[in-house]
């Protein structure tokens, strides 16, 4: 278990940032309003969107990443960038005594997140990885009504975007933005924060693709058994060859059910039918800026570990196995 360092106590965190990207500058603005924190320098692809980013937020380009997390007036790394590199610069920002944070997935690979876990242990650092889906209104929600329902015997939740056309940017490239559903983590972490361990995973995935570098549409259909015999299925796809916008969440119980469609959510039972609160989705990335640097500065209990993520990697990653040998994955303890 990570200890926060007291030595923070009257000083400011130290901040640089890998991306340039959405969360990026979500993560920037939520620094420069918390006045215990300063950031110092920022890493991006592209030179010239780093150096508008930088002259926005008052901080100094560096000519890469590399050269951010080596720098001694640093603290805190925070990681915003394309899937494909949280590993290594996690492992680089923690080899040179840095705490980190890094937007989901810690790596698109298990065996790689599982030393990151190990690496910050040792070297005494926060490891952090944002799962803000676990603190908006959606989450808050269900985890307020489960208890309503009775016993649970099945989940379907769908997240579809239909684009057209479909960007050509990171997301739509296999290599940077990994296997669809560990690239998007959190649709199976919402699942398994809120009903434990799964038992066998099922998958089934499509692409159409016309260019070398990027697909135009993806397609991922996961079945999860989870051990206290909840059957749930994940749909996840966008691009080009979808046509119907979704985002829905259905919880069915034997006393009741949930559905939460876009921003509507209903509590379903043989009496009644009732409108609940969903909360928003603002100021995420913020509340989660601010319990990490609460969290550093007074030692206050974060809302997820590492290792909760980790094991939402291995579902993730049981169903890329099961895409590619179209065979039933069981998850073990050690597997």
């Given at each position: 278990?990570?200890?926060?360092?007291?030595?923070?106590?009257?000083?400011?965190?130290?901040?640089?940032?890998?991306?340039?990207?959405?969360?990026?500058?979500?993560?920037?603005?939520?620094?420069?309003?918390?006045?215990?924190?300063?950031?110092?320098?920022?890493?991006?692809?592209?030179?010239?969107?780093?150096?508008?980013?930088?002259?926005?937020?008052?901080?100094?380009?560096?000519?890469?990443?590399?050269?951010?997390?080596?720098?001694?007036?640093?603290?805190?790394?925070?990681?915003?960038?394309?899937?494909?590199?949280?590993?290594?610069?996690?492992?680089?920002?923690?080899?040179?005594?840095?705490?980190?944070?890094?937007?989901?997935?810690?790596?698109?690979?298990?065996?790689?997140?599982?030393?990151?876990?190990?690496?910050?242990?040792?070297?005494?650092?926060?490891?952090?990885?944002?799962?803000?889906?676990?603190?908006?209104?959606?989450?808050?929600?269900?985890?307020?009504?489960?208890?309503?329902?009775?016993?649970?015997?099945?989940?379907?939740?769908?997240?579809?975007?239909?684009?057209?056309?479909?960007?050509?940017?990171?997301?739509?490239?296999?290599?940077?933005?990994?296997?669809?559903?560990?690239?998007?983590?959190?649709?199976l972490h919402r699942?398994?924060?809120?009903?434990?361990?799964?038992?066998?995973?099922?998958c089934h995935q499509?692409?159409?693709?016309?260019?070398?570098?990027?697909?135009?549409?993806?397609?991922?259909?996961?079945?999860?058994?989870?051990?206290?015999?909840?059957?749930?299925?994940?749909?996840?796809g966008k691009g080009?060859?979808?046509?119907?916008?979704?985002?829905?969440?259905?919880?069915?119980?034997?006393?009741?059910?949930?559905?939460?469609?876009?921003?509507?959510?209903?509590?379903?039972?043989?009496?009644?039918?009732?409108?609940?609160?969903?909360?928003?989705?603002?100021?995420?990335?913020?509340?989660?800026?601010?319990?990490?640097?609460?969290?550093?500065?007074?030692?206050?209990?974060?809302?997820?570990?590492?290792?909760?993520?980790?094991?939402?990697?291995?579902?993730?990653?049981?169903?890329?196995?099961?895409?590619?040998?179209?065979?039933?994955?069981?998850?073990?303890?050690?597997?």
């Amino acid at each position: 278990m990570y200890n926060s360092d007291a030595s923070l106590a009257n000083t400011t965190m130290r901040v640089g940032l890998v991306g340039t990207g959405y969360a990026a500058k979500l993560r920037a603005e939520a620094l420069r309003q918390d006045p215990r924190s300063h950031l110092v320098a920022i890493a991006g692809h592209t030179p010239e969107q780093t150096a508008t980013f930088a002259q926005e937020y008052q901080t100094q380009v560096m000519n890469s990443w590399q050269q951010l997390v080596e720098r001694d007036d640093i603290d805190l790394v925070v990681i915003s960038t394309i899937n494909r590199d949280h590993g290594k610069i996690a492992h680089a920002a923690l080899i040179n005594g840095k705490h980190v944070i890094v937007e989901y997935p810690l790596s698109v690979d298990v065996k790689e997140a599982k030393k990151l876990i190990a690496l910050a242990k040792s070297k005494n650092k926060l490891l952090h990885v944002e799962h803000i889906e676990l603190l908006g209104g959606w989450h808050q929600a269900l985890k307020q009504h489960l208890a309503q329902l009775g016993e649970l015997f099945y989940v379907r939740y769908s997240t579809v975007k239909p684009l057209h056309p479909a960007p050509r940017k990171w997301t739509y490239n296999h290599d940077l933005f990994g296997f669809p559903l560990i690239g998007a983590l959190s649709r199976l972490h919402r699942l398994t924060d809120l009903f434990g361990e799964v038992f066998t995973v099922n998958c089934h995935q499509r692409y159409w693709e016309t260019e070398t570098d990027y697909y135009q549409s993806c397609l991922c259909v996961v079945q999860l058994c989870f051990t206290s015999g909840l059957l749930a299925q994940v749909i996840y796809g966008k691009g080009e060859s979808l046509w119907q916008s979704e985002r829905k969440f259905e919880i069915n119980g034997e006393k009741g059910g949930l559905i939460l469609d876009g921003d509507t959510g209903m509590l379903v039972q043989a009496e009644e039918t009732t409108l609940i609160d969903l909360g928003t989705r603002r100021g995420l990335f913020a509340q989660d800026t601010k319990m990490v640097l609460d969290h550093l500065f007074h030692g206050t209990p974060l809302y997820v570990t590492p290792e909760q993520s980790l094991y939402t990697l291995k579902v993730a990653d049981a169903a890329r196995r099961a895409a590619e040998t179209g065979l039933t994955i069981f998850l073990t303890k050690e597997s």
